[in-house]
């Protein structure tokens, strides 16, 4: 178990640089993201902070709400808006540790469901691949789902850019962990059958 608590914690400072490339100050996010001029920025953050009334995720227009919204939804524009009322440091510090321990968390739980299967794929490059497709799965499921399922009205390249994103922190994390493995024991040699 040492060496899962070792390689997780290897695997969490790879996540934090791999991440630091895709979300950090070199700006890759705004490939896949839009933005907005000052005087733009500051009328749509004093609409929403006239009409959204609390921290939340809101559909606007929601064709839940009303017959009148499922109307406005099927006449577009339509937004999806995560909303803080409250603001915050752009480059808030507190929020990279708490990345890192939750990082680390997930990073255990790699090491745990990898050592679950160690007898069974005993090998670095088995145990890293299966590491890595479970990586894939899972960050295709919770980021290529939303345009899905959202009917392909959410834009692609941001949940794109998350589903590469995620998927090389995760699958770094896996291959590191899987190298970190102890090596499975050989199985005892079967006793040749007796005779007579």
């Known amino acids: ?78 937004a999806t808006i995560h909303y803080n009322t409250g603001g915050f440091a752009a480059m808030d510090t507190s929020a990279l540790v708490g990345g890192l321990v939750f990082n680390f ?3 255990l739980l790699i090491g745990l469901a990898l050592i679950g299967i160690d007898n069974r794929v005993p090998d670095f490059g088995s145990r890293a691949r299966v590491a890595v ?14 345009p899905i399922y959202f009917y392909f009205h959410h834009d692609w390249p941001h949940f794109i850019f998350l589903f590469i994103a995620d ?3 995760l699958g770094a994390a896996g291959i590191i962990i899987a ?16 005779e007579g």
């Not at 490339?21 to 902070?49: N, Y």
């Not at 497709?133 to 939303?146: C, D, P, R, S, V």
């Open 167 to 169: 998927s090389a922190m």
């Open 105 to 107: 968390i997930i990073c």
């Open 1 to 78: 178990m040492i060496r899962v608590i070792i390689g997780a914690a290897v695997a969490t400072i790879a996540m934090f640089f791999i991440g630091f490339i895709f979300f950090g100050p070199l700006g890759l996010t705004g490939l896949a993201t839009g933005s907005v001029d000052d005087v733009q920025a500051a009328s749509i953050q004093q609409t929403l902070a006239r009409n959204l009334p609390r921290t939340g995720t809101y559909f606007v227009p929601s064709a839940e709400a009303s017959a009148q919204q499922t109307v406005m939804y099927g006449q577009g524009p339509i």
């Open 133 to 146: 497709i479970i990586a894939i799965a899972a960050t295709a499921f919770n980021h290529l789902g939303e």
């Open 179 to 194: 190298w970190f493995l102890p090596k499975a024991r050989a199985a005892p040699a079967e006793a040749p059958p007796r």
